[in-house]
């Protein structure tokens, strides 16, 4: 069962520091790993999709990776702004049947 | 180009009763897929849809079922409601022509938040 973990839970950080989000799954037999984020009381929003063939995306200020020989992808966002402030969500597609795993995200604050 | 729409967005039940929830898709695209958002676990996938057929499932209940009309646009149906049902429900719809829609970027709609009483 694939299982997907997001470190940190919580972040808090000044405007315009560049950060780092992991994200760790268990099972490296995935099809693409997808970053979204989500602002209260709302849907998510897709950020970066990784195909399981690719090691990283660009766009704009945020880079997403991926190693999935350790079952890691982190995304980088530079000089970040109180805009950025979501919950930040991964999520797996994996499995015979295209099953996806979200992880628990990571809740940014970006203080002015 | 409209993004995904969900109605309603909000919703009052009480234990027993059902319900159903709608998701109106992009224009043009044709896979439509539901997930669960809970504090306690996350975000699950229940199923997917695309040409009015029911392509993937996730773990849930047969209280769970749902369909898909020839515009594309779904309906998701939750029979008995029981507490534990309180959630977030998101649609989220992709073109899905791949054959793999999981490579394909999905785009999510506002939610219905459910609560059950």
């Given amino acids: 069962k694939q299982e997907v973990t997001q470190i940190p839970a919580a972040l808090s950080v000044p405007e315009g520091e560049n950060l780092v989000l992991n994200c760790s799954f268990t099972d490296s037999a995935i099809y693409n790993l997808q970053w979204f984020r989500q602002d209260p009381g709302k849907g998510l929003t897709s950020l970066l999709l990784i195909q399981s063939s690719q090691r990283e995306q660009t766009s704009g200020r945020l880079n997403a990776s991926l190693d999935k020989s350790s ?12 805009g ?29 | 180009k409209a993004g995904v729409t969900q109605t309603p967005r909000y919703l009052i039940k009480t234990r027993g009763q059902q319900v159903t929830l709608s998701c109106s898709p992009i224009s ?70 791949s054959g793999r829609p999981q490579e394909e970027t999905q785009y999510f709609g506002p939610g219905t938040r459910l609560l059950v009483l």
């Fill in chain 2, 28 to 97: 043009g695209h044709r896979s439509v897929s539901w997930y669960q958002q809970t504090p306690g676990q996350g975000l699950q996938f229940l199923f997917e849809y695309f040409s009015e057929t029911q392509r993937n499932k996730g773990n849930f209940p047969g209280r769970f079922s749902g369909r898909q009309f020839s515009n594309s646009r779904s309906e998701m149906n939750v029979s008995t409601l029981e507490l534990g049902d309180s959630a977030l429900y998101l649609c989220a719809s992709s073109f899905g022509t």
């Fill in chain 1, 84 to 112: 950025d402030s979501a919950t930040y969500l991964c999520a797996v597609f994996s499995g015979g049947y295209q099953k996806v795993t979200f992880g628990t995200g990571t809740k940014l604050q970006v203080i002015p």
């Fill in chain 1, 71 to 82: 079952g890691r992808s982190t995304l980088y966002i530079a000089a970040s702004q109180p």
